[in-house]
């Protein structure tokens, strides 16, 4: 069974940092894009960034320079590393992947269980 599973969340004050994980397991034949969303009370899930399999890097305008996705294709790993965080970041956090299972299959979508971040002012 492929599972999304993400680490790393807490409680952080306003300037600190914190650096997620999200950590994909099970058979698969081929993992490409992955990313990160959040989604704070009240709100709709927005992106916070993405790399894709050749770690090209996309970001929302409101995290770029603080925010650095990476990814260890060996590990089937996507990182999130927050710097000078700020109490809007205030959310919870969602891995998500876009994998095939087998050779031929479409390409699907896979979230995880979110984590929460809380930036204290």
């Known amino acids: 069974q492929v599972q999304l599973v993400e680490s790393g969340g807490g409680l952080v004050q306003a300037g600190g940092s914190l650096r997620l994980s999200c950590a994909l397991s099970g058979s698969i034949f081929s993992l490409n894009a992955m990313g990160w969303y959040r989604q704070a009370p009240g709100k709709q899930r927005e992106l916070v960034a993405t790399i894709t399999s050749g770690s090209s890097t996309n970001y929302a305008d409101s995290v770029k320079g603080r925010f650095t996705i990476s990814r260890d294709n060996a590990k089937n790993t996507v990182y999130l590393q927050m710097n000078s965080l700020k109490p809007e970041d205030t959310a919870v956090y969602y891995c998500?992947?876009?994998?095939?299972?087998?050779?031929?299959?479409?390409?699907?979508?896979?979230w995880g269980r979110g984590t929460q971040v809380t930036v204290s002012s």
């Open positions: 998500n992947t876009k994998l095939r299972l087998r050779v031929g299959a479409p390409q699907l979508d896979y």
